[in-house]
């Protein structure tokens, strides 16, 4: 909340929708984890030096990957979405509700969203990580997520 010239508190802007589509279904998407109790990191580097758009922690432990596809073209030009498949249990396409998706693959999950919410329409098939694995992107997941708060509270910080 931010304080006006009177002292009084005003709503944050961040409840308007973000700018592009890509943004807007991030959000619903994380919303849609959110109710099911998952924690969820936007722009998550892996350890092969992919970026995920989205990745949820649910309170089990157990990992989910979700691409975010806002075009056609988008997605014919990026084909390298089995590289995420190592790090997580499940894994999603995530698109809006007018993408044509018969081109999306079925043996992956898929989520339809929009600036306010999500729905699973496929769930994803469930393929357990190494042990090791987890523990290695459990911490790494826990040690973005304390960085970004830090620089959310001092954003000197990093510098």
């Known amino acids: 909340m931010a304080r006006r010239g009177n002292g009084a508190l005003t709503e ?24 099911l109790g998952h924690s969820c990191l936007a722009e998550f580097r892996l350890r092969n030096g992919r970026r995920a758009d989205l990745i949820a922690v649910a309170p089990d432990g157990g990992f ?5 596809k806002s075009s056609i073209a988008d997605y014919r030009a990026d084909q390298k979405w089995q590289d ?24 992956t999950g898929l989520i339809i969203a929009d600036a306010y919410g999500a729905a ?24 973005t997520a304390g960085r970004r708060l830090m620089r959310h509270v001092d954003p000197a910080y990093g510098l």
């Open 120 to 143: 699973v329409l496929r769930e994803s098939d469930t393929a357990p990580m190494h042990a090791s694995r987890r523990r290695a992107l459990t911490l790494r997941y826990a040690r």
């Open 64 to 68: 989910s990957i979700v691409e975010i």
């Open 12 to 35: 944050p802007a961040a409840l308007a929708p973000p700018d592009g589509l890509s943004a807007q279904l991030a959000r619903g998407t994380a919303r849609l984890f959110a109710e």
């Open 84 to 107: 995420y498949l190592p790090f997580c249990d499940r894994f999603y396409f995530c698109v809006a509700e007018d993408f044509p998706r018969d081109i999306l693959p079925e043996e």
